[in-house]
């Protein structure tokens, strides 16, 4: 996801940190929370042009969410009590912390907190161009970029490490691979790896 779109095969060898501090948050158009964006893909693609994107959100208040059309939507609760997404009319229960939902993003969908403020992780990506696998994992696992693809992974915890790097991520930092590994990410708790290859 950085500098081609996921799934090119002519991609660069590709290895980058991304600290959770690193780009500020910005408010939503709605004021109804902040997003704070980690990977997209092409990078610097707009928010009609992304084939993938990952961010981070603080939800502190109901309200709809904007519109993409041709995008999937993953959306994992990673702080929080959850959210009552109704899609297209249907009420969707995301109750249980750290399980990834998948959700159109053409359809009219509004979010409704269940019990106070929430943080998001969310993956989009365009369905006709790019495909997106969502896990959380814990304990050890080796970061495997498909060809042509790439592999990002968010850690949920301080102390998370990169084997034979000395490079350490802590809670919402991220390392993102693309025609190469980085190595083995040795959590201290769980991270959500997400993994986008061509259709």
């Given at each position: 996801m950085a500098?081609?779109r996921?799934?090119?095969g002519?991609?660069p ?11 500020a948050p910005?408010?939503?158009?709605n ?6 964006e980690i ?6 693609a707009?928010t ?10 603080d ?12 995008v999937?939507?993953?959306l994992t609760v990673?702080e929080?009590?959850?959210m ?10 995301v109750d249980?912390p ?13 979010g ?6 929430v ?9 006709a161009?790019?495909r997106?696998?969502?896990a959380?994992?814990?304990?050890t ?6 060809e042509?693809g790439a592999v990002?992974a968010?850690s949920?915890?301080?102390g ?8 350490r ?14 190595g083995?990410l040795?959590?201290?708790?769980q991270?959500?790896?997400?993994t986008f290859?061509?259709?």
């Open positions: 500098g081609s996921p799934g090119t002519d991609r060898k590709t290895v980058r940190i991304q600290r959770a501090a690193a780009p910005l408010a939503w158009h004021g109804g929370g902040t997003v704070r990977a997209t893909g092409p990078e610097g707009g009609d042009a992304f084939d993938g994107r990952v961010s981070l959100a939800v502190t208040a109901d309200g709809p969410f904007s519109a993409f059309p041709g999937e939507r993953v990673v929080g009590a959850g009552d997404l109704v899609v297209g009319g249907e009420h969707h229960i249980e750290l399980w990834p939902h998948s959700f159109p993003g053409d359809l009219p969908t509004e409704f907190l269940l019990a106070g403020p943080v998001n992780l969310n993956v989009m990506y365009r369905r161009r790019t997106a696998e969502t959380v994992v814990c304990g696992v080796r970061l495997l970029p498909p042509g990002l968010v949920l915890d301080d998370a490490e990169l084997e034979g790097g000395g490079v991520l802590d809670r919402y930092d991220a390392v993102l691979a693309a025609g190469a590994s980085p083995v040795r959590t201290m708790g991270a959500v790896l997400i290859s061509d259709v």
